[in-house]
């Protein structure tokens, strides 16, 4: 893209306008993700292996609050003003670090997740597994990945370190590239979130695990 959007509508504009108005399968919707990965990395002049959440908190509109009360790994949401991530404050960082990217993508979907994902059983297990795999396409990319892989740089948490990630989303990414066969399938980065479609108030940010509990 020429024109560099200044503004996070503009951002969000532009990456929503990458989306097909259809019914994608899962295969497309994961290649749409990556494709919208990318761009936000083009489109906030993101360069090197490491993104900083920077990139998305500098954003006008867009804030990301942390909750050590917060019910999920994160939630989304519009407030009326700006886009709001919340994140659970008692999480490693790495992982706050998906979770605000995964709650990104839902942004992105937000008013069309059933255009993309449908509406069957299954759409929110997809629009789950393409966030996730979203938010692993822009804090681990494609490129710098191979690239250290492929310069002889093996060890995992070498590069978590180098990508600022948790050494769980690294191995997801080698396997996704194709650059190991894998590491334990039974065990899937997953987040567990909020759909924001389903969002209609965050009172949850203020209740509580123990509330919830009793
Ligand atoms: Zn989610």
């Given at each position: 893209?020429?024109?560099?959007?200044?503004?996070?509508?503009?951002?969000?504009?532009?990456?929503?306008?990458?989306?097909?108005?259809?019914?994608?399968?899962?295969?497309?919707?994961?290649?749409?993700?990556?494709r919208?990965?990318?761009?936000?990395?083009?489109?906030?002049?993101?360069?090197?292996?490491?993104?900083?959440?920077?990139?998305?908190?500098?954003?006008?509109?867009?804030?990301?609050?942390?909750?050590?009360?917060?019910?999920?790994?994160?939630?989304s949401?519009?407030?009326?003003?700006?886009?709001?991530?919340?994140?659970?404050?008692?999480?490693?960082?790495?992982?706050?670090?998906?979770?605000?990217?995964?709650?990104?993508?839902?942004?992105?979907?937000?008013?069309?997740?059933?255009?993309?994902?449908g509406?069957?059983?299954?759409?929110?297990?997809?629009?789950?597994?393409?966030a996730?795999?979203?938010?692993g396409?822009?804090?681990?990319?494609?490129?710098?990945?191979?690239?250290?892989?492929?310069?002889?740089?093996?060890?995992?948490?070498?590069?978590?370190?180098?990508?600022?990630?948790?050494?769980?989303?690294?191995?997801?990414?080698?396997?996704?590239?194709?650059?190991?066969?894998?590491?334990?399938?039974?065990?899937?980065?997953?987040?567990?979130?909020?759909?924001?479609?389903?969002?209609?108030?965050?009172?949850?940010?203020?209740?509580?695990?123990?509330?919830?509990?009793?």
């Open positions: 893209m020429n024109d560099k959007p200044t503004n996070s509508l503009g951002v969000l504009a532009a990456l929503r306008r990458i989306a097909p108005t259809e019914r994608l399968s899962t295969r497309e919707a994961l290649h749409l993700a990556e919208q990965a990318e761009a936000f990395r083009d489109l906030t002049s993101t360069t090197g292996a490491r993104v900083s959440l920077d990139a998305l908190r500098k954003l006008p509109h867009m804030r990301i609050l942390r909750s050590r009360s917060l019910l999920w790994s994160g939630l949401y519009w407030s009326g003003k700006d886009w709001v991530v919340c994140l659970d404050a008692t999480e490693p960082t790495r992982r706050q670090r998906l979770t605000a990217f995964h709650e990104y993508k839902h942004i992105i979907d937000h008013g069309r997740a059933h255009i993309i994902y509406a069957d059983a299954a759409a929110a297990d997809r629009a789950e597994l393409v996730d795999y979203f938010a396409c822009v804090l681990i990319p494609r490129r710098p990945l191979r690239q250290a892989w492929r310069s002889g740089m093996r060890d995992v948490n070498a590069l978590a370190r180098m990508f600022e990630a948790s050494t769980r989303a690294v191995e997801v990414r080698l396997v996704q590239l194709g650059l190991v066969a894998d590491f334990n399938p039974s065990r899937p980065v997953r987040m567990i979130c909020v759909d924001i479609e389903d969002l209609i108030e965050p009172s949850c940010l203020r209740r509580s695990r123990q509330e919830a509990a009793a």
